[in-house]
């Protein structure tokens, strides 16, 4: 079974600032994709980042960056010069290699960038 | 192009009634994923589709739910007898399979359900 881990409910920065959230994952597969994704208040999940536990692929879509560490099971995403319009809640999420490849989602961090 | 469509963007109903949610994936994306969000359990995965088979059903709550894709194309979960605890966004999510590098799911707006 796998799980995800979201420690940081809530964050609020100040716009300009650089933010970083948190995510722990646990698998037993070796082979396994983490994935960030953003919700803002129309309840879309947008798809930000996938990074492939295996080899160095990677997909991004934006300003974004990550910090991925298999010895600490860590996959943390840092949103540089934040802006107002970043306000939304943010999801961790994995899946590994089996036939279906369902998401096992974090519980999500709101963060609230203010003026 | 067009990305996962779904209807209805929202759906009030009343407890005990049956209600149909519609998914229209990407065009070309063959794997289809049903997801429920509510406020007490989180993202939850409900049930994979693969072309129009469901090899993947662990994820629904009860006998009560139950999904059909057509075509390859569209889907259509249904809830019977619905009750309140029903109420949450379910989410509809696509992707290519059987693509190296093909992993991520993209996801539709979603409908809110509320079961009074």
């Known amino acids: 079974a796998q799980k995800v881990t979201q420690a940081q409910t809530e964050i609020s920065v100040v716009e300009k600032e650089d933010v970083t959230l948190d995510c722990v994952y646990e698998t037993r597969d070796t082979t396994y994709y983490l994935f960030w994704y953003k919700q803002p208040p129309s309840g879309e999940l947008v798809f930000l980042i996938r990074r492939n536990s295996f080899d160095e692929q990677y997909e991004i879509s934006g300003r974004y960056s990550w910090n991925f560490q298999k010895s600490t099971s860590s996959f943390n995403f840092t949103i540089t010069a934040s802006q107002v319009v970043d306000s939304a809640v943010y999801f961790c999420?994995?899946?590994?290699?089996?036939?279906?490849?369902?998401?096992?989602f974090g519980s999500g961090t709101q963060l609230t960038v203010l003026p | 192009g067009a990305g996962v469509s779904q209807s209805p963007s929202n759906k009030v109903t009343e407890k005990g009634k049956d209600v149909e949610l519609r998914c229209d994936p990407i065009s070309g994306h063959t794997a289809l994923y049903w997801y429920r969000q509510s406020l007490g359990q989180g993202l939850e995965f409900l049930i994979y589709f693969q072309g129009n088979s469901a090899p993947d059903k662990s994820g629904l709550p009860s006998d009560r739910f139950s999904a059909e894709r057509t075509g390859g194309s569209v889907s259509t979960l249904t809830i019977q007898r619905t009750q309140q605890e029903d109420s949450a966004v379910y989410l509809c999510?696509?992707?290519?399979?059987?693509?190296?590098?093909?992993?991520?799911?993209?996801f539709g707006p979603g409908t809110r359900l509320l079961v009074l």
């Open positions: 999510a696509s992707r290519v399979a059987g693509l190296a590098g093909q992993e991520t799911q993209y």
């Open positions: 999420a994995l899946t590994t290699s089996g036939s279906a490849r369902q998401l096992t």
